[in-house]
């Protein structure tokens, strides 16, 4: 069974572009999270989504963060504009509506320059 | 709020036993997780003990849980080289909105001397 994968693996952008994140759950979770960490700080919860809803986006820095899953199955985080500020690993989570297990992709590190 | 702390740095030698802790401020965690990251890898689910068991083991793993004190610890017995890398403990608890998310730590470095 494939694990949660995320693209791109690392995205370097300048201050003021835009960069969408893409994450694929495993299959069949309708759990999807996506969680931040930047340098020298803890992993941070941004969203969660149950199917295609937003069940909870608290952690959201502000709204130059779009986050979307169509259809329930994969999602993306988009970032627009970019700042300095944001630069990190985000990490998307899943699981399933059974179990509180959260399995992790690998994240993709962002560098905004 | 919830806060979760654990020691930055751990160094141990190859075949003794690893001890990493963890405290946790919510009292209202349902479970509390493990999570282990080697170099350029993702976050890799270890272990968990859900939050009205006292321990759980698993093969080399032991979570040990005191909930009155909120303290976690993960004990990795026979340490070796392939342990090292960074392990988060993090809790779960309802974020209030429906929904549950994962609080971390910032993460101990286990570095194992062969």
């Known amino acids: 069974e494939a694990g949660v994968t995320q693209f791109p693996s690392h995205s370097v952008i300048e201050k003021g572009q835009t960069v969408t994140l893409r994450c694929d759950p495993i299959?069949?979770?309708?759990?999807l999270y996506w969680y931040r960490r930047v340098m020298g700080k803890e992993i941070k919860f941004l969203l969660h989504f149950v199917k295609e809803s937003k069940q909870d986006e608290s952690g959201m820095p502000n709204n130059r963060f779009l986050a979307e899953r169509t259809g329930g199955t994969y999602s993306t985080l988009k970032v627009q504009p970019a700042e300095l500020e944001d630069s990190g690993v985000y990490f998307c989570?899943?699981?399933?509506?059974?179990?509180?297990?959260?399995?992790f992709g690998p994240g993709t590190r962002l560098t905004v320059t | 709020g919830e806060d979760v702390e654990q020691s930055l740095f751990l160094s141990v030698r190859e075949g003794d036993s690893s001890v990493i802790n963890c405290t946790y401020t919510d009292s209202s965690s349902t479970y509390l997780y493990w999570y282990k990251q080697e170099p350029g890898a993702g976050l890799q689910l270890l272990t968990y003990?859900?939050?009205?068991?006292d321990m759980k083991q698993d093969q080399r793993l032991t979570v040990l849980l005191n909930k009155k004190d909120k303290h976690l610890s993960l004990r990795i017995a026979d340490t070796q080289t392939g342990d090292s890398a960074i392990y988060f403990c993090a809790e779960m608890a309802n974020s209030g909105a429906g929904s549950y998310q994962l609080t971390f730590g910032k993460g101990t470095k286990l570095s194992v001397i062969p």
């Open positions: 989570a899943s699981s399933s509506l059974r179990t509180g297990e959260q399995y």
């Open positions: 003990i859900f939050s009205n068991m």
């Open positions: 299959s069949g979770h309708d759990n």
